[in-house]
């Protein structure tokens, strides 16, 4: 089968924790929005997937579930059970604890929302082994995307940290919904921020493969047409929405902006010296993708 991509949120949350909808009524609504794959994720507890099959239809259901610590929080995805979250001496310590039982149980760990509450630093990130994904955009409120206070800073700013350092790290954007009912800015309402993956076939382990590989981009809405990343060359194709005017900023190590690009064509080959890019895609309406980097 020929690769194609799929729509995908990877946090998400319902009565069975803090949500304010049961199950089936969070998979509908995600189906009827037209995603291709939905994790439900809620606070230490695993909800098997087979149990809502039929109400999810040809949504591909991923198992999940989110490792609460206190504010520290690592969601395990492909897992095959409720996992007990770990407390450990430091956040450190709580986060490889955590991540180290996802791996454990055959899943993918994720570190989420790193600045809610000022929980995570940056140097705390770079201390874990064994992690490749984190949150770099969560839609729900009170995360501190853009980061602000001293020793934390944005979330694009963190991951080109960790690049800068070598670490081969995936950002990636997700919904984190807790309401389905009440709307506005106080709420975590689902559509807000999704993730892009390439797959050949609709399965979880194709769609883990594509997530930690990095075959796959963020997005607040934003979508693109063609993707491509090899040989030193990432290149784009921005689908259009309306009038809406498009610009695509190249950003390399250190976060040092390397080129900014109008329109709805983005290219850019790495130069010698450079070890790596990747591609911030904003549009006139406030939306943004970000593609994961190329390195050299």
């Known amino acids: 089968m020929t690769d194609h991509w799929i729509r995908a949120n990877l946090h998400t949350h319902t009565t069975n924790s803090d949500g304010d909808s049961p199950p089936e009524d969070v998979v ?45 929080h690592v969601n395990g995805l492909g897992i095959s059970r409720t996992l007990p979250p770990a407390f450990e001496a430091n956040v450190v310590e709580t986060l490889q604890a955590n991540v180290d039982r996802v ?4 899943g993918v760990p994720s570190v989420n929302h790193p600045n809610f509450r000022w929980q995570v630093t940056p140097a ?4 874990l082994r064994d992690l490749r994904v984190f949150e770099i955009h969560n839609a729900g409120p009170e995360v501190s995307n853009l980061g602000g206070r001293p020793g934390h800073p944005s979330m694009e700013a963190v991951w080109d940290l960790l690049l800068t350092d070598g670490r081969p790290m995936v950002g990636i954007a997700v ?7 009440r709307w506005g800015r106080r709420y975590a309402n689902p559509g807000r921020a999704w993730m892009m993956l390439r797959v050949a076939d609709l399965r979880e382990a ?37 009038e809406l005017h498009y610009r695509t900023t190249f950003i390399g190590a250190g976060g040092q902006v390397l080129d900014v690009q109008e329109g709805l064509q983005g290219r850019y080959q790495l130069r010698p010296g450079e070890s790596y890019v990747r591609a911030r895609i904003e549009d006139s309406d406030g939306l943004t993708a970000w593609t994961q980097a190329l390195r050299s």
């Open 28 to 72: 509908a609504w995600y189906r009827d929005a037209g995603y291709d794959a939905l994790a439900l994720t809620d606070h230490d507890w695993f909800t098997d997937p087979a149990t809502l099959q039929a109400m999810a239809g040809p949504m591909l259901l991923i198992r999940g579930e989110e490792l609460t610590s206190g504010n520290v």
């Open 103 to 106: 791996r454990a149980d055959g």
């Open 124 to 127: 705390d990130l770079a201390a």
């Open 175 to 181: 919904d984190d919904a807790h309401h389905f009912r």
């Open 206 to 242: 194709d769609v883990l493969t594509a997530l930690e590989t990095g075959d796959c981009y963020a997005t607040t809405g934003v979508t693109l047409e063609m993707l491509e990343a090899r040989s030193g060359v990432m290149e784009l194709t921005i689908a259009p929405q309306w």
